[in-house]
């Protein structure tokens, strides 16, 4: 299997200005790998550190220490140090991120959220709408609201739109920060089978998530953060390797 992602002793340290300097821990010392066609689920108490995690390697946040070693169609790239034109190029062509909250730009349509990647990529405009209008469709928004802004959506619509917004363009590294978070069970199903289907295409997963059932189904390994009690106590970083194979 070829190694798309390797994570080496990523550290994140918030320093809150506003309350003197304090240091808070986001992440300290995590290190995995991830092979193409894999999933890897990441499971851990609230405040561990889960999204810290995807938000350094997907750089929203710029980690204190460590390496992230991303296997592009490129070459190897130290995600952490790139340039930054570097990281957007890959935002646009290689890498997913489902965030845990859809953050919506009133006044665009949910089929141009969902469309915007493959017109980043140069695809032609009505067979990006016609790509977005079908997951829009498997993922159970009806027709009727794909002119409406996600502002008008409920919280499964807008997370749906979340999924098909970073899954349409068929990423190679994909980012899933809670995907089936406030879904019911039949748009859970739906959101695991797309996830299963880049999967088996090739695209290497992490996947965050307190949903017990859904990382079953879909995760080949798990990881599980628990930074909680460094945050409470300044004592040393629990980390452990569960290993599932399905
Ligand atoms: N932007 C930030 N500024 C300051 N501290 C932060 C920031 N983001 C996260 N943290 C802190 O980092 C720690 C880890 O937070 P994180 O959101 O990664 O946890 P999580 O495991 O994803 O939690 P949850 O399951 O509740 O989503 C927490 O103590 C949190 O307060």
């Known amino acids: 299997m070829t190694e798309i992602l390797r994570v080496l002793r990523l550290t994140k340290i918030f320093k809150l200005h506003l ?19 894999e999933v890897l689920g990441i499971q851990g108490p609230s405040g561990a550190g889960k999204s810290t995690v995807l938000k350094c390697i997907y750089r929203s946040y710029v980690a204190s220490t460590g390496q992230v070693f991303y296997r592009s169609i490129n070459g190897v790239i130290d995600l952490l140090q790139a340039q930054e034109r570097d990281i957007l190029e890959l935002r646009r062509q290689e890498i997913g991120y489902v965030s845990q909250f859809l953050r919506v730009v009133p006044r665009v349509s949910a089929l141009q959220v969902v469309a915007e990647g493959l017109l980043l990529q140069g695809r032609e405009e009505s067979s990006a709408l016609r790509d977005a209008g079908r997951l829009l469709t498997y993922l159970g928004i009806p027709r009727e609201l794909w002119d409406a802004s996600p502002a008008t ?19 190679r590294l994909l980012l899933l920060d809670e995907p089936t978070a406030s879904l019911d069970e039949q748009s859970k199903r739906r959101v695991n089978d797309l996830i299963l289907d880049l999967k088996r295409s090739g695209t290497a997963i992490l996947m965050v998530s307190h949903d017990r059932e859904s990382l079953e189904q879909v995760a080949d390994r798990m990881l599980f953060l628990d930074n909680v009690s460094e945050n409470q106590s300044g004592e040393g970083n629990r980390l452990a390797f569960k290993v599932a194979h399905h």
């Open 19 to 37: 309350l003197g300097g304090k240091e808070v821990v986001g992440c300290k010392d995590i290190s995995f790998n991830l092979g193409a066609g």
């Open 153 to 171: 959506y409920s919280g499964g619509q807008q997370q749906r739109i979340n999924v098909a917004r970073a899954v349409v363009t068929r990423p």
